[in-house]
């Protein structure tokens, strides 16, 4: 058996997730690395045999995810962090979206976790220690026009997440939500899934985030750096007592505050409505 704590991590081919593998095998952790086509992570695995396993996973097949732990727990005997990162973004407007497409949506980016969390979860109770990683986004935070069903994602698997805690927290696990905003990756090119419908209407508002960066370098100030990123989530991971929340990126700190005082703001202005529907004496 290796040495160091054990992380499965999801979405591993590019982005944040590959990222973050690469900076656990260079720190000495173990990390079952996994996508959906193994061939894109092969030779990430190759430069780590003894700490790296590459394993198919589709955060959408129980099977598939069932298999790639039991590979994990064969190589390594345990997981210590599980890493839910693999996810996509539905844009366009609430009405122009179909039930298939908003299905899809949920199907990869809340029950994909779930999913992962169901089939690992025995095994860290086994070890009553644990630590799982949920990748959200500022978006579950802050809204924009254009993207309502990956914000409602995301904001499921936050509540998820926070509700779960609570019951696994005695047992030794804790979990950590992770928010980012944008960073330097190809995300915004590969990770973007565009309705093809179109109405008028909505040209002002959900249109103008029906687009693609090829390129986030030409998207000015404003995208973070994933391998600082990593550094980060490694750091937070870390600690004794790990962050609930963490938000990643400058651009998404001022995002998350400004999105919370002003729902602190309304909370306070309509508190004199909010009242009256107690019983009185």
Not at 101 to 126: K, S, T, W, Y
Not at 155 to 172: H, I, K, N, T, Y
Request: charged fraction near 20%; aromatic fraction near 8%.
């Amino acid at each position: 058996m290796a040495c160091g704590k054990t992380w499965l991590i999801t979405g591993t081919s590019s982005g944040l997730g590959k990222w973050l593998a690469t900076e656990a095998l260079r720190q000495g952790e173990n990390v079952i690395l996994t996508a959906r086509n193994p061939a894109d992570i092969a030779a990430l695995a190759a430069l780590y045999p003894q700490t790296a396993l590459a394993a198919r996973l589709d955060v959408t097949d129980e099977a598939g995810i069932a298999a790639a732990v039991a590979a994990g727990l064969a190589k390594f005997g345990r997981i210590d962090v599980l890493v839910n990162n693999a996810g996509y973004a539905l844009r366009g407007a609430a009405e122009e979206c179909s039930l298939e497409e908003v299905r899809r949506e949920f199907d990869v980016d809340f029950f994909g976790p779930v999913r992962c969390i169901q089939a690992v979860l025995p095994h860290m109770r086994e070890f009553r220690s644990g630590l799982i990683i949920n990748y959200s986004s500022i978006a579950a935070l802050s809204y924009t026009a254009g993207s309502p069903f990956y914000s409602a994602a995301k904001s499921a698997l936050e509540a998820f997440s926070d509700s779960m805690r609570l019951e696994v927290e005695p047992l030794g696990i804790k979990v950590m939500v992770v928010e980012p905003g944008p960073f330097h990756t190809n995300f915004h090119d590969r990770s973007i899934s565009i309705t093809p419908t179109n109405i008028a209407d909505y040209a002002p508002t959900a249109h103008k985030r029906k687009v693609r960066l090829a390129n986030p370098e030409s998207a000015g100030t404003g995208f973070g750096d994933p391998q600082k990123a990593a550094l980060v989530v490694l750091k937070a991971a870390s600690e004794a007592t790990p962050p609930r929340h963490l938000v990643l990126g400058s651009h998404a700190w001022q995002r998350a505050e400004a999105a919370l005082k002003q729902r602190l703001k309304e909370l306070e202005d309509w508190k004199r409505l909010s009242v009256q529907s107690d019983k009185e004496g």
